[in-house]
C-alpha cells in the first residue's frame, strides 16, 4: 500500500537546538500539508504545498519555522531554535483529489 | 473564518451501544465535509465525506449526513465495537477545483467502547 512516510517517528532534543522533520509524499500526489497536533489546541495547519509551491503557511511561525519541498518526493519541516513550546506531534499528509492521507507523525519533545 | 465544532469527550459506551458524535460546521457556500478518525499512535485516516447537502456518507458502519440547514455533520454508528475505540475528528475543506483544499478540523471526540 502506498503510504506517507514521516522521519523520525520520535524526536528528543534540548532547547535553543535545530529540529528537521521530513515527510516523502505518496507519490503522484500533489499537494502536501504540515499539521501540529497538541492536547491543547487539537490539529492546527502550519503549511501547505500544492506543486511544490508554498500555499499558505500562515499558521507558521515566521521567525523560527520553515517548510520547503525540495523536490516532489520530499518536504521538510524546519525549528531553529526549538522551544519548550513546540512540543508536540508533527503530521504530513499528502491529497489526491478531496482525500487527504497521513503519515505516522513525529512526536517531538524539546526539554 | 471557516471553522468547526465537535461535541466534547470523552464519549465512553458500552459494546453494541448506539453511536452519535455531534459535528457543526460555519462556513459560506458549501465546503465538502469529513470525518477522521484517528487510533492511538497513528496519523489519521479518512473515515467518510459527503460533498453537498443532503448527501450521505458511509463507511465500516458509521454514517453521517450534510445538514445545510442545521450546518451539522453528525456521525452515527448503530452498534459500536471495541475496535472502535479512537479520537473522531470532524473537518471541511474547499476543494480547489480538483485539487484537495485545506482542510478544517474540529478539536476531536475520544471514543472509548468497552466491553
Known amino acids: 500500500d502506498a503510504r506517507v512516510t514521516q522521519t523520525p517517528r520520535h524526536k528528543v532534543t534540548e532547547m535553543g537546538q535545530e529540529v528537521t522533520m521530513r515527510c516523502q509524499p505518496i507519490l503522484g500526489h500533489n499537494t502536501v500539508f504540515w499539521y501540529r497536533q497538541t492536547m491543547m489546541q487539537g490539529l492546527e495547519l502550519l503549511a501547505y504545498?500544492?506543486?511544490?509551491?508554498?500555499?499558505?503557511d500562515s499558521g507558521m511561525p515566521k521567525d523560527r519555522f520553515s517548510a520547503e519541498m525540495p523536490d516532489a518526493t520530499l518536504a521538510t519541516l524546519k525549528i531553529q531554535p526549538s522551544e519548550p513550546r513546540d512540543s508536540a506531534v508533527y503530521f504530513c499528509?499528502?491529497?489526491?483529489?478531496?482525500?487527504?492521507?497521513f503519515g505516522s507523525g513525529t512526536q517531538l519533545s524539546v526539554l | 473564518g471557516d471553522s468547526v465544532t465537535q461535541m466534547e469527550g470523552p464519549v465512553t459506551l458500552s459494546e453494541e451501544a448506539f453511536l452519535t458524535i455531534n459535528c457543526t460546521y460555519t462556513a459560506t457556500g458549501y465546503p465538502s465535509l469529513f470525518w477522521y478518525v484517528q487510533y492511538p499512535g497513528e496519523g489519521l485516516q479518512l473515515l467518510l465525506k459527503a460533498t453537498k447537502a443532503d448527501d450521505k456518507g458511509s463507511n465500516k458502519g458509521f454514517e453521517a449526513t450534510y445538514r445545510k440547514e442545521t450546518t451539522s455533520f453528525h456521525l452515527e454508528k448503530g452498534s459500536v465495537q471495541v475496535s472502535d475505540s479512537a479520537v473522531y475528528f470532524c473537518?471541511?475543506?474547499?476543494?480547489?477545483?480538483?485539487?484537495?483544499?485545506?482542510?478544517?478540523f474540529g478539536q476531536g471526540t475520544t471514543l472509548q467502547v468497552k466491553p
Open positions: 473537518a471541511l475543506s474547499r476543494p480547489v477545483g480538483s485539487n484537495t483544499g485545506k482542510l478544517i
Open positions: 499528509a499528502s491529497g489526491a483529489g478531496e482525500k487527504l492521507f
Open positions: 504545498f500544492r506543486n511544490r509551491a508554498p500555499l499558505d
